[in-house]
């Protein structure tokens, strides 16, 4: 590209371009640094103890390293942390696995009544959790699933389906048909290609599904409290929120309830760390729009 | 259960599917766009593999079965369930309109309904304008900085709702907070932010400061980084610059992740009591109280099922008529 203008123009805007950098840099840097601030005080009350969280100067931050604080926070929600894991991992083995047969065949398989059926998915996207909150409930205790995870689990794997399977068609679309029909033609059976060819190759965005639904169960405050009688069976947004309510984060045990975050988030903030390049990839990949 | 309510089209992948391959024209486009329009499919396609193929529909009845046991029939359920009262014991009764009629007529209708309204517009306006300018400022970031400003951004979106509502619960502590003790170091009185009545919902929203580390973000970045290129250096090279490129060029065509994350935050902020649960219970006084919290209380600890269902059933239309409203209003002109 050659552009004909005088030396004088072309260095004023050069000059302006960088000065708009820099700006962006500066605003850039002030929003991370915004978004941060409260996982920043977060972790250094978490290292504080009670006393000084309470009386100390609330800025100064990372004064004091008090393990202990971990210690006890630990004894106080592993269970919950426990029976996340567990509930995730057979939410998220049901859930993605069940979605990407779904997503396969709305993306390579043809049979009468595909477009109703897939606009039944879509209209998945109009039901409000809170609509079904109170019937899936009644429906639970039916069930005999009322106190037990599977009311955790088989409704997780559910309501994740309209998003999965969108997410998931999109990008098994773009699996080369022939690369298909040459391994049917090979005399391999359709559950064999999904399972050999469609998901090596769509490996990224699987992940990205699993990665939201664990998102989503982490954050689940509502649905166990209201489904589980005992608390030692929540997961744990509500067993932080139990662990919370006994100690309160203005007492002397403040820093055990920071702790106790810190925790809880852990797991999640390690997975979607090491992830994230396939979580972000994945999420913006245009497919994200209406 | 939040996260039933993003759609993905993925028209840009069928594009260059089809870009792709000639000969499986029949397959991917049928399904949605292009309608059920007959097409003549090339007979070497029809006789090696459609049998087969077709037999493959079965893979979709396990997911279309737990949507249907536990999102479609509850949801069938609970439009049913609005016209009866029921406590979980005894028998339902059939009292037809009456408990729509009663929560229209409840002291708190009016109070509730102001709030949402209050909570949905507020938190479009505030997440919106942050979202997007974090998306924008990351897409025009150098490419390093822009991976690491992204990277940043996303991984926030991790933190369960309890958490950040808890540690803005500290921060707002009237005599302790971090609010408050920043209002003191220039001198002046911090106010009571969740005990003020006036202040209270103001608080609600707050939670989340500077809100951008949500879907929304994905969302607009997304449609950033997908914008042509060809039409961006065009449009350069015409002249055009600033806002007013941004208002002609850029804008129009982000318009379907505009309406993708309007309808994702009203929706999610339509139904979200959980900080108000936490925080307040709907006080002071009625003050912060919500359709969805009504609703939840009704049902969870009156154990008035059908009543809930009722409201809940109110707020659904609500929700899609907003869903509908957007739809029409924010379409992409082409």
Known sequence: MTRLEPLGVRRGRRRRRRALTGSTVITGALLVAMTYFPLVFMLSNSLKSGARLATGNVFALFTQFDAQNYVNAWSGIHTSLLNTLVVAAASVAIGVTIAALGAYTFAQVDFRGKSFVFTAYIALLMIPWSLTLIPLFLEMKDFGFYNSWWALILPYAATSQPLLVLIFRSFFEQVPKEVLQSARLDGARESQVLLHVVAPLTRPILLTGTILMCISIWGDYVWPEVILKSSSRYTVSAGLQYFVSSLGTLTANGGEVFAAYVIAIAPLLLLVGVTMRYFVGGMTAGSLKL | ?334
């Open chain 2, 1 to 334: 259960m939040s996260m039933a309510g993003v759609a993905a089209t993925g028209e840009s992948a069928r594009q260059q599917t089809q870009h792709s391959s000639g000969q499986q024209v029949g397959a991917s486009a049928r399904g949605s766009k292009h309608g059920g329009r007959p097409r003549s499919r090339p007979l070497a396609r029809r006789r090696n593999g459609l049998r087969l193929n077709r037999a493959a529909a079965v893979f979709v009845l396990p997911s279309m079965l737990l949507i249907g046991i536990f999102t479609y029939y509850p949801a069938v359920r609970s439009l049913i369930g609005g016209f009866y009262s029921w406590n979980g014991f005894s028998a339902p009764q059939y009292v037809g309109l009456s408990q729509f009629n009663e929560y229209f007529t409840s002291p708190t209708f009016g109070v509730e309904a102001k709030n949402v309204v209050f909570l949905v517009l507020g938190w479009l306006f505030i997440t919106l304008v942050a979202q997007f300018t974090a998306a924008e400022v990351v897409a025009h970031l150098p490419r390093k900085l822009g991976n690491i400003a992204k990277y940043l951004f996303a991984l926030p979106i991790v933190l369960p709702p309890v958490v950040l509502i808890d540690v803005w619960a500290y921060m707002f502590n009237p005599t302790d907070g971090l609010l408050n003790k920043i209002f003191n170091a220039f001198g002046l009185a911090g106010p009571n932010w969740l005990g003020n009545e006036h202040l209270a919902l103001v608080s609600i929203l707050l939670i989340g400061f500077p809100w951008i580390s949500n879907l929304g973000f994905l969302i607009f970045l997304g449609g950033i980084q997908n914008l042509p290129r060809e039409l961006m250096e065009a449009s350069a090279l015409d002249g055009a610059s600033g806002l007013r490129r941004w208002l002609h060029v850029d804008a129009p065509l982000l318009i379907p992740q505009f309406r993708v994350a309007f309808i994702l935050g009203g929706l999610y902020m339509a139904q979200n009591f959980v900080p108000i649960l936490l925080l307040t219970n709907g006080g002071p006084g009625n003050a912060t109280m919500v359709p969805g919290l009504d609703m939840y209380e009704q049902a969870f600890q009156n154990d008035q099922y059908g009543y809930g269902m009722a409201i809940g059933t109110l707020l659904f239309i609500a929700m899609l008529a907003f869903t509908l409203f957007t739809m029409r209003v924010l379409r992409p002109r082409t």
